[in-house]
Structures are given as structure tokens and as C-alpha cells.
């Protein structure tokens, strides 16, 4: 199975953390298309990363889905619904992460290596730990919205 070269940057901020990526999107099983990945996470939304397909293209594709479906999807097959995380160590090399998106027709495949993402999720960890997130969470913020 080829897999794209991995060009990994991440910038951590005092609230935020980006990882800058080269994924590969599995249009068919045996056509791999490399593009431009960025996963980021921001203390303001504790519970959730955002992880943008394409983002250097024309139209770039958002999901935001849960941070512990993601850190869970390194090790073992997680998710249902829109979002599937799961590790493939069939290279032990250069382990991947596959993520699948979408529903019922309309799904898209990707694999990026598994290391930068494994490696960019601790350090989202460090600046909120699992189980602290709603300590994190401004309140004051959710209720100004929901009036």
C-alpha cells in the first residue's frame, strides 16, 4: 500500500495547537491522491479537534469530531457514524492512521502517519489534560449564546 511522504509542522500556541500534514485521500482502493491535511485543537473547545482536507486546495473540507475518538483511533478501531478512526501497523516503520468521514454514500477515505499525529495529540494533552476539558470549558461564554 503506497503512502504519502510525511511532511509534518506543528505550531503550538498558548491556546491553540496546529499540525500541518500530507495525507493521502483514497479516492479508489487503488487510486491514493496526496493533499495538504492540517489537524488543530484550541483549549476554547477542549473536547474537540478540527481536522481540515485540502487545506491548501480551492475547497477545503472541515470536520470537527471528539479528541479522545481520535487518540482512541491509534490504537484501536473507534467511532460510528460520520467519523471511524482506526491504526493500520501493518508497516512498522511508518504506522499509518486511516480516518473515514462521512455517510451513507458519500464517504471519504484518508491515511496520514500515525507518529505526527500521536505526537501532536500529546501535546494537546499537555496543555488540557483528558478528564480536565470542562475545567476549561467558559461557561460564561455557552450562556451568553444560548440566550
Not at 65 to 86: H, I, K, P
Not at 113 to 139: F, I, K, N, S, T
Amino acid at each position: 500500500m503506497a503512502s504519502a511522504p510525511v511532511h509534518a509542522f506543528w505550531r503550538l500556541e498558548m491556546r491553540k495547537c496546529h499540525l500541518a500534514i500530507v495525507a493521502t485521500h483514497w479516492v479508489a482502493r487503488r487510486l491514493p491522491v496526496s493533499l495538504a491535511c492540517e489537524f488543530s485543537y484550541n483549549t476554547a473547545d477542549p473536547l474537540a479537534v478540527t481536522v481540515i482536507f485540502d487545506s491548501e486546495g480551492e475547497y477545503p473540507v472541515r470536520w470537527v469530531f471528539g479528541r479522545d475518538l481520535l487518540a482512541d483511533g491509534l490504537t484501536t478501531r473507534t467511532g460510528q457514524g460520520d467519523v471511524e478512526v482506526w491504526p493500520d501497523l501493518g508497516e512498522a516503520e511508518r504506522p499509518l492512521l486511516w480516518i473515514r468521514v462521512g455517510h451513507d454514500n458519500h464517504t471519504a477515505l484518508f491515511t496520514v502517519p500515525a507518529q505526527p499525529v500521536g505526537q501532536w495529540l500529546a501535546r494537546c494533552y499537555a496543555m488540557v489534560a483528558r478528564g480536565d476539558e470542562m475545567a476549561h470549558v467558559d461557561w460564561e461564554e455557552l450562556s451568553y449564546l444560548l440566550q
